[in-house]
């Protein structure tokens, strides 16, 4: 094809490669899944973003060696291809595509809603426009080539850190003067394992609270176009998971601390923008427009770094014939995928029109610990000498994953189950067209 290469260019460092994470994770996991997680586990919040943070340090160490060893993009789909049954390195690219499709329209609906709230509209319909029209102009950006992307990412995380510092800061006076009284008894074990709910409730937040850890995974899907990847990708992902786990902990002590768990959750269940009106709590009333302004920008990476992300293993899949082959083309002038590029954003669209922003986002919590699960499964493939990490940190991420992903709701891993059915319907298709393009060949 005239003006196509299939190979990308090595051009991030470990602050790109940092900054990639950070704006994966860094955004509705901090302003929209918190909110959610508090409607779920109440109290036990502090609990379950503590847990998700165990969970997803060993998978984020599990990720980074398999990377270091096998720098190319896709991820887990290219792992499982090379140390497990291929069957396995399919499932986890289709599980991967469906998780951080509805993770990136869960990013589209919630900046939505917050923009739309600034200026006090409101409605399902311009909700779900505004969605696609933003959708549709960070497709655009990801087309203008890895570089230029990835300093508008470096701006907007930079915009979204100083504004969660903002109200850690302005917030954390409130939070401690009332402390006594909303803090206490926050981790308690009576809380717990005072009821089956308890527990039950308690399992459910912590796979909600894992997903949004997991942008660390966007470095590993970058595998083929950073620098030195043997050391980049490990350092980038523990000192992501480190600098997010920081944040995620302190907003949540902040916000509990400000108007207690009971409310917080409350308020989780009313409005999408959940610190938007615990920061109106502040005595600084100019935090909460700080707040929405961090939230909007916030949304923009996340829902940017999904795209290039999808788009990688879209690549990665349609070089296999797992996906259509056209989207394995790569510009030459921009070394962007572009036809991948297109099919992902047309796939977060179509989510998008769901509407439901608890509803995607627990289906990607499903999604997503499956593919985590089949993760940890590769990286006890590895040999001795390929390690980087103890193998006992692959074993607890593929319990935990396979655990949590039967927490979220029935009928959601239900659904959850019935897509894997129909992946592996559509690879054995696929699979006999590869078959039969062998024999032609």
Not at 151 to 157: E, Q, R, S, T, Y
Request: charged residues 10%; glycine residues 10%.
């Amino acid at each position: 094809m005239t003006g196509q290469t299939q190979e990308l260019h090595r051009g991030i460092g470990v602050w790109g490669a940092m900054m990639m994470g950070l704006g994966s994770i860094v955004g509705t996991g901090v302003f929209v899944s918190i909110a959610i997680a508090a409607g779920i586990a109440g109290s036990n919040l502090i609990l379950a973003i503590a847990l998700a943070a165990v969970v997803a340090i060993c998978n984020g160490l599990s990720s980074a060696q398999l990377a270091a060893n096998y720098p190319v993009s896709g991820g887990t789909y290219e792992y499982g291809y090379r140390l497990l049954p291929d069957v396995f390195g399919f499932i986890a690219g289709w599980m991967f595509l469906l998780a951080k499709s509805a993770s990136a329209a869960t990013a589209a609906l919630g900046l939505s809603g917050y923009l739309l709230l600034s200026i006090d509209q409101d409605g399902s319909f311009v909700t779900k426009a505004l969605a696609i029209g933003v959708l549709a102009l960070l497709t655009l950006a990801t087309l203008i080539g890895i570089k230029r992307t990835n300093g508008i990412n470096i701006a907007i995380v930079s915009v979204t850190l100083a504004t969660l510092v903002c109200f850690i800061v302005k917030g954390s006076p409130l939070a401690f003067a009332n402390s006594s009284e909303n803090l206490a008894g926050v981790v308690s074990l009576d809380r717990i394992f005072g009821s089956k709910d308890s527990w039950s409730s308690l399992l459910h937040a912590t796979a909600l609270m894992f997903v949004a850890y997991t942008g660390y995974g966007r470095i590993a899907t970058l595998g083929e176009e950073v620098k030195d990847p043997g050391r980049t990708i490990p350092l980038a992902v523990v000192t992501t998971l480190a600098v997010s786990m920081l944040l995620y902990i302190s907003v949540a002590l902040v916000a509990v601390g400000t108007v207690g768990a009971e409310a917080f959750a409350e308020a989780s269940k009313e409005h999408i923008a959940a610190l938007r009106i615990v920061a109106d709590r502040f005595s600084q009333p100019w935090v909460g427009v700080v707040v929405s302004i961090g939230a909007t920008t916030a949304m923009l990476g996340v829902l940017l770094n999904l795209i290039l992300g999808l788009s990688r293993v879209m690549l990665a899949m349609a070089r296999r014939n797992d996906m259509p082959q056209q989207c394995a083309a790569v510009s030459q002038s921009s070394g962007v995928p572009i036809p991948a590029t297109i099919a992902v954003a047309a796939i977060i669209g179509s989510i998008v029109l769901i509407g439901d922003i608890k509803l995607t986002w627990t289906f990607s919590a499903f999604a997503v610990l499956i593919y985590y699960s089949i993760t940890n499964l590769c990286a006890l493939q590895l040999k001795p000498e390929q390690r980087i990490f103890p193998i006992w940190t692959a074993w607890i991420g593929l319990l935990a994953c396979f655990t949590l992903a039967f927490w979220v709701d029935r009928q959601v891993w239900l659904v959850g189950v019935g897509f894997v059915v129909l992946g592996l319907f559509w690879f054995f298709v696929a699979g006999r067209q590869r078959t039969g393009d062998t024999a032609e060949g």
